[in-house]
């Protein structure tokens, strides 16, 4: 977390439990943060979705997949995740050998869909213990939102 203050100074804005409202004419998006579930386990839906309509479109910014059942429940539209890394270890065709089993597997890499919750999990750049990919290129992403 100290990494927090320093690219907070450098303008990038985090959302530890917290919201934004993003508007364009009469539509609205309400950007949505939770703190890492994994590490400080923190994370507060509750916190970070005070004064937000319960109409309004959600996308979520959460540190890993894993949330995607209490997103479901509180009405989240869309979840973007990191954290898995993508499996970094992959079978050619990118079947995910081993991974902390925090999430279900088809969560662990690109988009899904989990019930009515649409997601993506971001491969990202880094590696988590092992300094290794095999089969699990990085990735950045760039989303564009459409209105449906």
Request: hydrophobic share 40%.
């Amino acid at each position: 977390m100290a990494k927090v203050p320093a690219m907070e100074a450098a303008g990038i804005r985090f959302l530890l439990n917290e919201n934004v409202v993003l508007r364009r004419g009469d539509a609205e998006l309400y950007l949505i943060g939770i703190d890492d579930p994994n590490f400080y386990k923190t994370h507060s839906f509750e916190r970070a979705l005070r004064g937000v309509p319960v109409q309004a479109t959600k996308v979520l910014l959460s540190h890993s997949p894993q949330t995607h059942a209490l997103a479901a429940e509180h009405g989240i539209d869309f979840l973007m995740a990191g954290h898995t890394h993508g499996g970094q270890i992959c079978m050619p065709g990118g079947h995910i050998l081993m991974h902390d089993g925090s999430s279900p597997r088809h969560l662990l890499a690109g988009a899904w869909t989990e019930g009515t919750l649409q997601g993506y999990t971001s491969r990202g750049t880094g590696a988590s213990g092992l300094p290794a990919r095999i089969n699990c290129p990085s990735e950045v992403t760039l989303h564009t939102l459409r209105c449906g």
